[in-house]
């Protein structure tokens, strides 16, 4: 009989994690689960402890990579080998509480229309403030609505958080070798066609901090191919493809987000700034216009905000809230 749940954990040369990783699976109050465990070509001994911790249980399913090297073809791998009707993601450096795939299944049976669910995290010896500000955004996203309309501004859910409906995941082409981070546009592809994302509020999985982390020394995680990702698919999006869109804030977010817009053929209608100093410029063929005109100028095209001082994010919702704007329809916040 086949689980109910495929965990994918890839990993590569992870021998100081990957004990705990794996003890914290074995531990799970949910036992309907198969672990394809993907060695990426590891040189220290992973493969072996994986044999060594979990030992002849017949769940465990030792892998290796059969596609290109990295994270896309280790989980590709696993997808296609996959039994089960939904996919758990798992790092070999986090950790899962005891009660996360019951708590998530638990939701699948109660919510039939999720495709994805998360839970919360908690970081785990972060490297700065940083850091922790993002996961407390992280875990305040919370409902479809409110994942689906933060999905331009940063990753809204903890990738090996989350539990997959594998048919959706299948649908919307699985894992792809992309410019940008693999995890965050799997997510864009999936709400691109209506997938429903929601989460355990409560924090079931220790997220791992460290300076090896792919986020930190990959430049696919980067601002600038990050700046590229959302243009792509904003510029699939058929209300931006006819209105165009009115970018508010004419900073450096701004200026290279219209950028990446123009170049994809989409019309960047104009700017609104608050700074006295940018008000009638021209950048990029457009007009930056005063702030207190959103809404009354180019008020048919999609209005994007990429205002990244702090508070300017909730500063240009309430504007365009007031105005009429529907976020998720014809306003989007980038950053």
Not at 11 to 29: H, Y
Not at 198 to 216: F, H, I, N, Q
Not at 222 to 233: I, S
């Amino acid at each position: 009989m086949k689980s109910r749940i495929s965990i994918v954990m890839p990993f590569k040369n992870a021998a100081s994690t990957l004990p705990e990783a794996l003890r914290s699976v074995l531990a799970q109050t949910f036992h309907d689960w198969e672990l394809l465990a993907v060695d990426d070509h590891s040189e220290d001994g992973s493969a072996e402890l994986v044999r060594s911790i979990c030992g002849n249980d017949p769940r465990v399913r030792l892998m290796a990579n059969a596609g290109p090297p990295g994270v896309v073809g280790a989980s590709r791998t696993a997808g296609e080998a996959a039994r089960a009707g939904w996919l758990a993601r798992m790092d070999s450096d986090d950790i899962s509480h005891p009660e996360r795939l019951e708590r998530q299944w638990n939701l699948t049976c109660a919510r039939p229309e999720l495709d994805v669910i998360g839970c919360g995290v908690e970081i785990l010896s972060p490297l700065g403030e940083g850091m922790v500000r993002h996961v407390e955004w992280v875990n305040a996203q919370m409902g479809p609505t409110s994942i689906s309309n933060a999905r331009f501004i940063e990753n809204p859910l903890v990738h090996p958080s989350s539990l997959m409906k594998k048919a959706a995941v299948d649908a919307a082409g699985g894992y792809l070798e992309v410019p940008w981070a693999e995890d965050h546009d799997l997510w864009l592809r999936l709400m691109e066609r209506g997938a429903v994302f929601d989460k355990v509020p409560e924090a079931l999985l220790s997220w791992r901090d460290s300076a090896g982390r792919l986020t930190r020394t990959d430049p696919r995680y980067g601002d600038d191919l990050r700046h590229r990702m959302r243009a792509h698919y904003l510029a699939r999006m058929e209300r931006v493809r006819a209105c165009g869109v009115v970018v508010a804030g004419a900073g450096p977010i701004g200026k290279a987000l219209a950028r990446e817009l123009i170049r994809l053929g989409v019309t960047v209608a104009g700017f609104f700034e608050v700074h006295p100093r940018r008000i009638g410029e021209i950048i990029h063929g457009a007009e930056v216009a005063d702030s207190g005109d959103l809404g009354k100028r180019w008020r048919e095209a999609v209005l994007l905000s990429a205002v990244g001082v702090p508070g300017g994010r909730r500063k240009v919702s309430d504007l365009a809230r007031s105005a009429g704007y529907a976020e998720g329809e014809d306003f989007w916040c980038l950053c």
